[in-house]
Structures are given as C-alpha cells and as structure tokens.
C-alpha cells in the first residue's frame, strides 16, 4: 500500500503490495513552519496498520549541524522516533536531494530550473554540498533493503555530494544562461555514514548512473520543458 501520491510515492508504484505499507505523504518542503502541517502528517502515521511492514522516507539533512533546529528537522525526528516505538516492523530511509517529475516546487532541483528561465536571482551558501539521487533507483532501494531483511534506519546515498553552487553553475550552462546567484556564508559541509547502504546496494546491483553531471543533465533535459 502506497500512503501519498507525489514525487516518491509516484515512483514506487511498480512495487506497490499489500504486505508493504509505503509512507510517502507527508510534509516534503524542508522550510515548512506550519504546525498544521506536521501533526497531519503524525495523525496519518496513526492511521496506518501497526502489524504491516512500514517503510518511511525520512531525510539525511537530520545531520546537518545548521538544520537541528528548525520545525522541519525537529519534525522529522519526532516521526523517526513515533515509527520505532509504535511499529515493530519498519523501514526508515533517510534520502538525499531527490531528483524527478513532480514534487514541492521549492525543491533544489525545480526551484533552479523556474529561477533560471525567468532570470530570477538565487541565494546560495558558498560551502553547502548535496548528495543527488534519480528517483528512478527509489524501487530498487526499497526492494535491495527488504529482500535482505533490512531493519531499522539508514543513510541512503553513495557519497558523492557535489558543492549546490556547482550544481547551479551547471544548470546554467546546461540551458545556456548567465548565472545570477548570490553567494553568502553559510552552512559547513557535513558528514553522513552511507557504509550500511552502500555495502547492501552493491550487493544487490544498485547504482546510480553517470556522473552528478550526468544526473543532472538528465535531469534537465527530462523536464525543461515545464520551465522553460
């Protein structure tokens, strides 16, 4: 069962099974303020099978030293530590900057490409990384993770988290525009322990594809279209 229907419950579909409940509604914009919006997400939590095996796409930002603090990381542990004491069986998967179809509009990915097209400036932090991951791997996580009897939280990404700045830098030369960034002090880079899903997806076959130039060339490519 699939609980949501946005950028990664759309992707799941393919392995979609009564067995499994696949937890993807919820709060997806990491500057969220509004109570509302976090205690409609728990409440939903609560609906959910206790006695089903329960997967949850959490987030690795819960590391970031400069993240600790807000409601959205401070909302995310609180669902983390719900789904430990009220379900047995669960699966919590912490992602990295997904990149696909769809989702919140003020997402990296989508928020760079409708800033490009229209010529609108953006802020970034000199020194802050992300990891990035192609939705399309998400089924074949899930299922790397279940088939070995993967239990508990871990870390997804494979370790390579290129500077936000040369990500920007690079959709801009992908669509052919002149940066127009503001550069400011922020955030150090962080560190996140991938080994666990690292070893577990070698084992089963997943990787991503390319580069992190690669990605996002794809990226842009697949959905400039609905910017541009």
């Known amino acids: 069962m699939i609980i ?21 509604s919820g709060v997806s914009n990491s500057e969220e303020k509004n ?9 939903l939590l609560c ?8 997967c949850y ?23 983390e530590l719900q789904i430990q004491s009220r379900f047995p069986e669960h699966v919590i998967v912490r992602l990295p900057n997904m990149m696909g179809e769809g989702g919140n509009g003020t997402n990296l990915f989508p928020y760079f490409l409708r800033s490009i097209a229209e010529g609108n400036a953006v802020t970034i932090f000199d020194n802050t990384h992300r990891e990035l991951m192609e939705v399309q791997l998400l089924p074949g996580i899930v299922n790397a993770l279940i088939d070995a ?7 997804a990404g494979f370790g390579h988290a290129p500077k936000v700045m040369d990500i ?8 052919e525009a002149a940066p ?4 400011e002090k922020g955030e150090d880079a962080y560190e996140v322990d991938y080994s666990d899903f690292t070893t577990l997806m070698k084992n ?15 990226y842009v490519n697949l959905y400039r279209s609905q910017f541009v």
Request: hydrophobic fraction near 35%.
């Open 149 to 155: 009897g993967f239990r508990g939280c871990i870390n």
């Open 204 to 218: 089963a076959g997943v990787a991503p594809a390319g580069t992190w130039q690669d990605r996002v060339q794809r």
């Open 4 to 24: 949501g229907n946005g950028l990664l419950a759309n992707s799941l579909r393919s392995i979609d099974r009564e067995t499994l409940t696949l937890f993807c």
């Open 57 to 79: 796409f959490s987030t690795v930002s819960i590391f970031n030293p400069s993240k600790q603090s807000t409601p959205y990381i401070q909302h995310k542990l609180n669902m």
């Open 180 to 183: 127009n960034m503001k550069i």
């Open 47 to 54: 609906e959910q099978d206790k006695n089903s095996l329960l």
């Open 168 to 175: 920007y830098l690079h959709m801009c030369s992908l669509l």
């Open 35 to 43: 109570t509302e919006a976090f205690e409609r997400e728990f409440s």
